[in-house]
């Protein structure tokens, strides 16, 4: 730009110099010689295109400026929203650990109580059995007269073993409860976070 502008400097200086010089009359160069006027309007057109240069110089040098430092504030934004990604990564996957926890430790409730029911259920049948076991004695006690006490001895034994296991299964039952209000919280807890 600036050699441009030297140039049109140089060929204005050089048609100023060409003016200067003597001339001879003749009548082809009477009509042909550039009056000083126009050789003035030249260089003020020269020197308003220059100026013109010059802003526009200027101008695209202070765009430019705006423009390095509006990328430097973009590229910031672009660091931070990539922590914030990242953070955000980081939570999703802290997140899905703790429902693979959660699941986790459902899955373990649920087997343990299964596992409670079924012995549950095998301890209420033993205790059919042995009421079974109990009025046939009773029948046979009742049916036979010499072993009486023997077999009333033996009733009370069972009656006793009875009542430990209506105690031991209802102590289950509460047992089954609590698990069962654990798992409850548990599965709220997943559909939460989910």
Known sequence: MIWALGCLLCAAGGLGAA????????????????????????????????????????????????????????????????????????????????????????????????MTKDWLASVEQEEADLKTKVKRLEMYINNSAPTVKELQGRAEDHSMILKGLQHLIQFQRENIETQKEQLSKLQKMSEAMT
């Open 19 to 114: 003016r200067a010089g003597p001339l001879t009359k003749t009548s082809k160069m009477e009509g042909t010689a550039a009056p000083e006027e126009e050789v003035n309007v030249l260089m003020f057109g020269v020197i308003q295109f220059s100026e013109s240069l010059n802003y526009v110089y200027e101008t695209t040098e202070a765009k430019i400026v705006k423009i390095n430092q509006a990328l430097k504030s973009h590229e910031g934004t672009l660091q931070k929203l990539g922590v914030q990604t990242e953070q955000a990564a980081e939570v999703e996957r802290q997140m899905k650990e703790v429902i693979q926890l959660l699941q986790a430790q459902m899955a373990k409730q649920q087997a343990q109580t299964k």
